[in-house]
């Protein structure tokens, strides 16, 4: 009998075979019958004015079919913005640079080696000016990036009043007043959320082919949101979205970088339409450390008010935030997610206010949690200093301010309504896993002997499952790509006259495992063997409308229109299937390959002779339409909150301030799970991405905006060996904002485990006086607060 699926089991990704053979595709593995290359001329300065720009010598060269500047593209304006505030990015530097690798000519040749022997052939010279990197120098203007802007703040967001129509209240007065309370213990901490550099194991590419005889562009992209690149390309190039398809195939890893729309991807369309050939352009490692978004880089400061007893009274963070040199896609509305869970899972008053500054440095937008991992690192990091300074557990101080389940769903100060939670049902299960008391005894042992040994615990909430059409009124929606949908999700379910099904999706994976997932939902609402269900996905021409993978939203809104899909076809099959074995609609079940009257499961007909009939009208019941699939799109009526709690112990070299990372726990709550095997594997990708934060990475540039770490010798990103055999667990409690009852996965790991390492590494390095050590904590950092605390 063939196996059939059902939600909640851990079936094995269906991707795999062809992606660990080296036999999936990407996109520069497609290369049609005479595809150009690109190389584009970047600038090795941060800041400068253009005064001689000479190309001649690159349109000589053989093999070399165009060279391309500014003013052949000027006329079609500058690279569209989801978030247009600030200065929004040239497709090629516009008579000045103002951050290193920035795009200044385009060359078009036979081959990738030709094409870059002529971008060396170009000459350029500069009138090199002051950079700006730091952020509170570029916060207070002293060098004005944008001079028509008149300010490096392009926008402060702030917790009552990011939205003026909810017509919330400052809470910075109540915070104030406790801060006076004679019982009051504030800690504060100045903090660095360090910049970040994505590092997808594939680097972005894109491959344009124009065909003028039917006026038609096909885009083959390595992008997280095919739909809504296919109308920016529209939109920026005067054509019709008909006229634009965007295929994304294999994509080998986004973490949100690859959710922007870039400008290589609309300058490769445009060659490709002026050429009439097709066009492919592939970014080296070291070209994306400076041609592809970063993510992070907050400087702030962290205050939390509180009684000695360990009730929280108030909470306040102030931060500046890096939006780099232009404003791209989402880049100034990151820091507004963070906004939104900027209280975690505490009850109590909240003032957030965070200036968006320009520097001359590469853009930031979307990384791995976008937002939510820089506010809860702040806020966590302030719990775990209140609770050492008035000696409290720093578990048992989280348990007593958290939301209590009866509370849900739980209306926070910034407006928003948090669906549902058992936040200490978590830690309850985090002490069982870890034998948490026995930990302690270890630790407390290990500091008798006079080793460095530290636990670090760390709670958070996130917000995903973008989906609410309501985010369109704050700005959250497509439209500047020619796409009014606000995060709606969308699926296909087809069943085929064979009985097999074919599934479309609006969205599409970058490692998540779509396939197997999708899969699932329709084989447990059909019955039919997940053998013989395909998902497709990632082809504009062919799938439903849909926004695209990010924020942890695919499964929540897309997953929940495949499965309102799914039901749809199952009501239908129903009535077919009642007629063929004369029975009731309401009778009739699904399984194994089949449908049955319940009760009598030897009384039944196959799928291939439900379908069968589908297709013939005249075998239909009375009212039943030929065919048998269905298109939904569907719209939550809030986002989703996953949460968890996480716990690290590390040892501290004293010698050297080499962390070890000794045990790792994770509990974590995503709602119902449709793939254990596959949540765990989120999981797991997410901590190895937050312990890279804590310990290893940081996107560093000097004082006049070189960037120093733009090869993987000089970023450090963490191997297998750098991290420990992860404990993990999970409770489950259900959204109730959409049927399958599920959250989202894909960033909670990189939320909750970033502050979770430093925690532990603070409190190794308590006994020494020790208060905080900003990211990465690298051994020379960390041996340097040593040294400073022994002095």
């Given at each position: 009998?063939?196996?059939?699926?059902?939600?909640?089991?851990?079936?094995?990704?269906?991707?795999?075979?062809a992606l660990i053979r080296g036999m999936g595709k990407y996109t520069d593995d497609f290369a049609p019958p005479g595809t150009l290359r690109v190389a584009f001329l970047r600038s090795p300065v941060a800041r400068a004015k253009i005064i001689r720009l000479d190309t001649s010598r690159a349109k000589a060269m053989p093999g070399v079919v165009a060279?391309?500047?500014?003013?052949?593209?000027?006329?079609?304006?500058?690279?569209?913005?989801?978030?247009?505030?600030?200065?929004?990015?040239?497709?090629?530097?516009?008579?000045?640079?103002?951050?290193?690798?920035?795009?200044?000519?385009?060359?078009?040749?036979?081959?990738?080696?030709?094409?870059?022997?002529?971008?060396?052939?170009?000459?350029?010279?500069?009138?090199?000016?002051?950079?700006?990197?730091?952020?509170?120098?570029?916060?207070?203007?002293?060098?004005?990036?944008?001079?028509?802007?008149?300010?490096?703040?392009?926008?402060?967001?702030?917790?009552?009043?990011?939205?003026?129509?909810?017509?919330?209240?400052?809470q910075t007065p109540l915070i104030d007043e406790a801060m006076q309370r004679p019982d009051a213990v504030v800690v504060s901490i100045d903090m660095v959320n360090q910049r970040l550099i994505p590092v997808a194991i594939e680097p972005r590419s894109v491959l344009a082919e124009y065909e003028p005889g039917y006026g038609r562009l096909t885009v083959?992209?390595?992008?997280?949101?095919?739909?809504?690149?296919?109308?920016?390309?529209?939109?920026?190039?005067?054509?019709?979205?008909?006229?634009?398809?965007?295929?994304?195939?294999?994509?080998?890893?986004?973490?949100?970088?690859?959710?922007?729309?870039?400008?290589?991807?609309?300058?490769?369309?445009?060659?490709?339409?002026?050429?009439?050939?097709?066009?492919?352009?592939?970014?080296?490692?070291?070209?994306?450390?400076?041609?592809?978004?970063?993510?992070?880089?907050?400087?702030?400061?962290?205050?939390?008010?509180?009684?000695?007893?360990?009730?929280?009274?108030?909470?306040?963070?102030?931060?500046?935030?890096?939006?780099?040199?232009?404003?791209?896609?989402?880049?100034?509305?990151?820091?507004?997610?963070?906004?939104?869970?900027?209280?975690?899972?505490?009850?109590?008053?909240?003032?957030?206010?965070?200036?968006?500054?320009?520097?001359?440095?590469?853009?930031?937008?979307?990384?791995?949690?976008?937002?939510?991992?820089?506010?809860?690192?702040?806020?966590?990091?302030?719990?775990?200093?209140?609770?050492?300074?008035?000696?409290?557990?720093?578990?048992?101080?989280?348990?007593?301010?958290?939301?209590?389940?009866?509370?849900?769903?739980?209306?926070?100060?910034?407006?928003?309504?948090?669906?549902?939670?058992?936040?200490?049902?978590?830690?309850?299960?985090?002490?069982?896993?870890?034998?948490?008391?026995?930990?302690?005894?270890?630790?407390?042992?290990?500091?008798?002997?006079?080793?460095?040994?530290?636990?670090?615990?760390?709670?958070?909430?996130?917000?995903?499952?973008?989906?609410?059409?309501?985010?369109?009124?704050?700005?959250?929606?497509?439209?500047?790509?020619?796409?009014?949908?606000?995060?709606?999700?969308?699926?296909?379910?087809?069943?085929?006259?064979?009985?097999?099904?074919?599934?479309?999706?609006?969205?599409?994976?970058?490692?998540?495992?779509?396939?197997?997932?999708?899969?699932q939902i329709v084989s447990n609402g059909l019955g039919i063997p997940i053998e013989n269900i395909r998902v497709h996905h990632g082809d504009t021409e062919t799938s439903p409308m849909g926004i695209g993978t990010f924020g942890s939203r695919s499964i929540a809104v897309d997953g929940s229109a495949t499965y309102e899909a799914t039901q749809k076809?199952?009501?239908?099959?129903?009535?077919?299937?009642?007629?063929?074995?004369?029975?009731?609609?309401?009778?009739?079940?699904?399984?194994?390959?089949?449908?049955?009257?319940?009760?009598?499961?030897?009384?039944?007909?196959?799928?291939?002779?439900?379908?069968?009939?589908?297709?013939?009208?005249?075998?239909?019941?009375?009212?039943?339409?030929?065919?048998?699939?269905?298109?939904?799109?569907?719209?939550?009526?809030?986002?989703?909150?996953?949460?968890?709690?996480?716990?690290?112990?590390?040892?501290?070299?004293?010698?050297?301030?080499?962390?070890?990372?000794?045990?790792?726990?994770?509990?974590?709550?995503?709602?119902?799970?449709?793939?254990?095997?596959?949540?765990?594997?989120?999981?797991?990708?997410?901590?190895?991405?937050?312990?890279?934060?804590?310990?290893?990475?940081?996107?560093?540039?000097?004082?006049?905006?070189?960037?120093?770490?733009?090869?993987?010798?000089?970023?450090?990103?963490?191997?297998?060996?750098?991290?420990?055999?992860?404990?993990?667990?999970?409770?489950?409690?259900?959204?109730?904002?959409?049927?399958?009852?599920?959250?989202?996965?894909?960033?909670?790991?990189?939320?909750?485990?970033?502050?979770?390492?430093?925690?532990?590494?603070?409190?190794?390095?308590?006994?020494?006086?020790?208060?905080?050590?900003?990211?990465?904590?690298?051994?020379?950092?960390?041996?340097?607060?040593?040294?400073?605390?022994?002095?």
């Amino acid at each position: 009998m063939a196996t059939t699926s059902v939600m909640g089991g851990a079936v094995r990704r269906r991707e795999d075979p062809a992606l660990i053979r080296g036999m999936g595709k990407y996109t520069d593995d497609f290369a049609p019958p005479g595809t150009l290359r690109v190389a584009f001329l970047r600038s090795p300065v941060a800041r400068a004015k253009i005064i001689r720009l000479d190309t001649s010598r690159a349109k000589a060269m053989p093999g070399v079919v165009a060279v391309y500047t500014h003013d052949d593209v000027e006329h079609l304006g500058p690279l569209v913005a989801q978030v247009p505030v600030g200065k929004l990015r040239p497709l090629l530097a516009a008579g000045e640079v103002n951050h290193v690798g920035e795009a200044i000519a385009m060359v078009v040749a036979e081959d990738r080696y030709l094409a870059q022997d002529a971008v060396e052939a170009i000459e350029v010279d500069f009138d090199v000016l002051p950079a700006v990197v730091d952020l509170r120098k570029a916060a207070s203007d002293e060098i004005i990036v944008h001079e028509e802007l008149g300010t490096n703040v392009l926008h402060t967001w702030t917790y009552h009043g990011y939205w003026e129509a909810l017509g919330l209240e400052d809470q910075t007065p109540l915070i104030d007043e406790a801060m006076q309370r004679p019982d009051a213990v504030v800690v504060s901490i100045d903090m660095v959320n360090q910049r970040l550099i994505p590092v997808a194991i594939e680097p972005r590419s894109v491959l344009a082919e124009y065909e003028p005889g039917y006026g038609r562009l096909t885009v083959t992209s390595s992008t997280q949101v095919p739909h809504a690149l296919a109308g920016a390309i529209a939109t920026q190039l005067g054509m019709h979205q008909r006229d634009v398809r965007v295929i994304a195939p294999e994509v080998g890893g986004g973490f949100g970088s690859k959710l922007n729309v870039y400008n290589d991807e609309i300058l490769v369309s445009w060659a490709s339409m002026q050429l009439g050939r097709p066009v492919k352009w592939t970014e080296t490692r070291r070209e994306a450390a400076n041609s592809t978004i970063h993510g992070r880089g907050w400087v702030g400061t962290a205050t939390l008010v509180g009684t000695r007893d360990g009730q929280f009274l108030g909470y306040k963070l102030e931060a500046i935030a890096d939006m780099g040199a232009y404003s791209q896609n989402f880049t100034v509305a990151i820091p507004l997610l963070g906004l939104w869970i900027a209280s975690g899972q505490y009850k109590m008053p909240t003032a957030f206010k965070v200036d968006c500054v320009v520097t001359n440095t590469m853009t930031t937008d979307a990384y791995r949690g976008a937002g939510r991992p820089e506010a809860i690192y702040y806020l966590e990091r302030a719990i775990d200093a209140y609770a050492r300074e008035i000696g409290m557990d720093p578990l048992e101080v989280r348990e007593k301010n958290f939301w209590q389940p009866d509370e849900f769903p739980a209306t926070m100060g910034c407006g928003f309504a948090l669906d549902s939670g058992d936040y200490a049902a978590a830690t309850r299960r985090l002490r069982e896993i870890s034998d948490y008391e026995e930990l302690l005894r270890r630790r407390d042992q290990a500091r008798a002997e006079g080793r460095l040994v530290g636990i670090g615990i760390g709670s958070y909430v996130e917000v995903c499952g973008f989906g609410p059409a309501i985010l369109a009124d704050i700005g959250f929606s497509w439209s500047a790509y020619g796409q009014p949908s606000a995060f709606n999700g969308s699926g296909l379910v087809r069943v085929n006259p064979d009985g097999t099904a074919t599934v479309i999706i609006g969205t599409g994976p970058s490692g998540q495992g779509h396939k197997t997932t999708w899969a699932q939902i329709v084989s447990n609402g059909l019955g039919i063997p997940i053998e013989n269900i395909r998902v497709h996905h990632g082809d504009t021409e062919t799938s439903p409308m849909g926004i695209g993978t990010f924020g942890s939203r695919s499964i929540a809104v897309d997953g929940s229109a495949t499965y309102e899909a799914t039901q749809k076809v199952r009501e239908k099959a129903a009535k077919i299937a009642a007629k063929l074995l004369e029975a009731a609609p309401e009778d009739i079940v699904f399984a194994d390959g089949r449908a049955h009257v319940a009760g009598s499961p030897d009384r039944g007909v196959d799928w291939s002779e439900i379908a069968a009939a589908a297709y013939q009208a005249h075998k239909l019941p009375e009212g039943v339409d030929s065919g048998l699939e269905e298109t939904i799109v569907w719209t939550p009526s809030n986002a989703t909150w996953p949460f968890g709690t996480h716990l690290a112990m590390v040892e501290v070299d004293p010698e050297t301030g080499n962390v070890e990372i000794l045990e790792y726990y994770a509990v974590d709550d995503c709602g119902n799970q449709i793939n254990p095997m596959i949540v765990n594997g989120q999981v797991h990708g997410g901590i190895a991405q937050g312990v890279g934060q804590a310990l290893f990475e940081d996107a560093i540039y000097d004082e006049d905006g070189n960037l120093l770490t733009s090869s993987l010798v000089d970023y450090i990103i963490p191997t297998a060996a750098d991290l420990p055999s992860f404990k993990l667990a999970h409770t489950v409690t259900p959204t109730p904002v959409n049927p399958m009852g599920v959250k989202g996965i894909g960033e909670a790991g990189t939320i909750g485990s970033a502050h979770t390492i430093v925690n532990a590494v603070v409190d190794a390095l308590a006994p020494l006086g020790v208060k905080h050590v900003d990211m990465p904590l690298r051994p020379r950092r960390v041996w340097a607060a040593i040294q400073e605390a022994r002095a």
